[in-house]
């Protein structure tokens, strides 16, 4: 892809429409998974809500029609390019949401394995079939983007789950908070941000240059800043509420997270 302009490709359009329906559905599994969970969760019971209302079998058919429909886009792409690693990363990105949420396994139930599996079905794979259908081949500087961006999202999911330790607990579900605590939790968390952000500066460098680099790292790092006060004085120190990191954190996340979307194409 050399301009903005080959976004609006078909088999791109396409690829973007199935990474969209995978993300989407896996999120929607989660939420009806740990109904639940979230009604225990005073921040978060207005999921168990929306999923109440929507109903459990109706959230489990449209999992499945988005599932079925994705993967059938995936295949169509896999075989238009010859690119095969499009429906393998789209196949995988659906196991991965079921081991992550389904017993018997259910790796959301074991600490960090769980973050790990959830960070790479959101992120590493989908971006591997999105750049596989734009493109054959994989310059060096993605690999460090790549890696970065999803010890980002792994860091994020353990730092969203840190309010969740009282109900975790009940529920049975041993997340790394219910494991380790919640201050522990929260500095496994910023420490594998803060590698995150540094490899994707990393890439962004060797592939854009500093000022993009600048550009590019800017809003995540205010991200981290603002998770790492939380911390205050150890001696008063409190976790954070849910509500509180959606409001306050959250959106300086996104913002990074639209920034790097756009380098590529105002780069190119």
Same mark, same amino acid.
């Given at each position: 892809?050399?301009?903005?302009?080959?976004?609006?490709?078909?088999? #791109?359009?396409?690829?973007?429409?199935?990474?969209?329906?995978?993300?989407?559905?896996?999120?929607?599994?989660?939420?009806?998974?740990?109904?639940?969970?979230?009604?225990?969760?005073?921040?978060?019971?207005?999921?168990?809500?929306?999923?109440?209302?929507?109903?459990?079998?109706?959230?489990?058919?449209?999992?499945?029609?988005?599932?079925?429909?994705?993967?059938?886009?995936?295949?169509?792409?896999?075989?238009?390019?010859?690119?095969?690693? #499009?429906?393998?990363?789209?196949?995988?990105?659906?196991?991965?949401?079921?081991?992550?949420?389904?017993?018997?396994?259910?790796?959301?139930?074991?600490?960090?394995?769980?973050?790990?599996?959830? *960070?790479?079905?959101?992120?590493?794979?989908?971006?591997?079939?999105?750049?596989?259908?734009?493109?054959?081949?994989?310059?060096?500087?993605?690999?460090?983007?790549?890696?970065?961006?999803?010890?980002?999202? #792994?860091?994020?999911?353990?730092?969203?789950?840190?309010?969740?330790? *009282?109900?975790?607990?009940?529920?049975? #579900?041993?997340?790394?908070?219910?494991?380790?605590?919640?201050?522990?939790?929260?500095?496994?968390?910023?420490?594998?941000?803060?590698?995150?952000?540094?490899?994707? *500066?990393?890439?962004?460098?060797?592939?854009?240059?500093?000022?993009?680099?600048?550009?590019?790292?800017?809003?995540?790092?205010?991200?981290?800043?603002?998770?790492?006060?939380?911390?205050?004085?150890?001696?008063?120190?409190?976790?954070?509420?849910?509500?509180?990191?959606?409001?306050?954190?959250?959106?300086?996340?996104?913002?990074?997270?639209?920034?790097?979307?756009?380098?590529?194409?105002?780069?190119?």
């Amino acid at each position: 892809m050399e301009r903005a302009d080959d976004l609006l490709e078909a088999p #791109i359009l396409a690829a973007i429409g199935a990474n969209l329906l995978l993300i989407v559905s896996g999120l929607a599994l989660n939420v009806a998974v740990d109904l639940r969970t979230d009604e225990l969760h005073k921040d978060k019971n207005y999921l168990a809500a929306a999923a109440r209302h929507i109903g459990r079998s109706r959230i489990r058919r449209w999992i499945g029609t988005e599932w079925v429909v994705a993967l059938g886009v995936a295949t169509f792409l896999s075989l238009w390019s010859g690119r095969w690693l #499009i429906v393998g990363a789209a196949t995988a990105v659906i196991v991965l949401h079921v081991l992550y949420n389904i017993d018997p396994i259910r790796l959301k139930r074991r600490g960090f394995v769980g973050s790990i599996a959830f *960070g790479t079905s959101v992120v590493a794979l989908p971006y591997l079939l999105s750049y596989s259908a734009v493109r054959p081949d994989f310059s060096p500087p993605i690999w460090p983007i790549l890696v970065g961006l999803t010890m980002l999202t #792994i860091g994020r999911t353990i730092w969203w789950a840190t309010p969740d330790g *009282g109900a975790d607990t009940e529920s049975g #579900i041993t997340t790394p908070t219910v494991r380790y605590g919640a201050a522990r939790t929260l500095s496994y968390s910023n420490v594998t941000m803060l590698l995150a952000v540094s490899l994707i *500066g990393f890439g962004l460098w060797w592939r854009y240059g500093p000022i993009w680099t600048l550009l590019g790292i800017a809003a995540h790092s205010a991200f981290l800043g603002s998770t790492l006060r939380v911390f205050g004085s150890r001696s008063n120190w409190v976790a954070p509420s849910a509500k509180r990191m959606r409001t306050r954190n959250m959106p300086m996340a996104m913002i990074g997270d639209v920034v790097l979307a756009i380098i590529p194409l105002s780069a190119a």
